[in-house]
């Protein structure tokens, strides 16, 4: 759907709508890689207790990023 709307923004020469749009695809992209990153890490370290502290510390500290 936020395609069509960002396609939509396009044929209507709406700049302001194609900025937030543009705005929010690029935001959801990130968050999307950054996810997955998580899921990689955890995949990686799997039930192992030392490396699974380890990485929620190192994951405690991201904050707001």
């Known amino acids: 759907m936020i395609d069509d709307l960002v396609r939509l923004a396009a044929e209507e020469d709406d700049n302001a709508a194609a900025a937030s749009l543009q ?3 690029t935001e959801q992209v990130e ?3 950054s996810a997955d990153e998580v899921v ?3 995949k990686l ?3 192992a207790p030392g490396p699974l502290f380890m990485l929620d510390s190192v994951m405690g500290k991201r904050g707001g990023e």
């Open 23 to 25: 705005w929010f695809v």
């Open 45 to 47: 370290v799997g039930d």
């Open 40 to 42: 990689q890490k955890l």
């Open 31 to 33: 968050e999307e890689a």
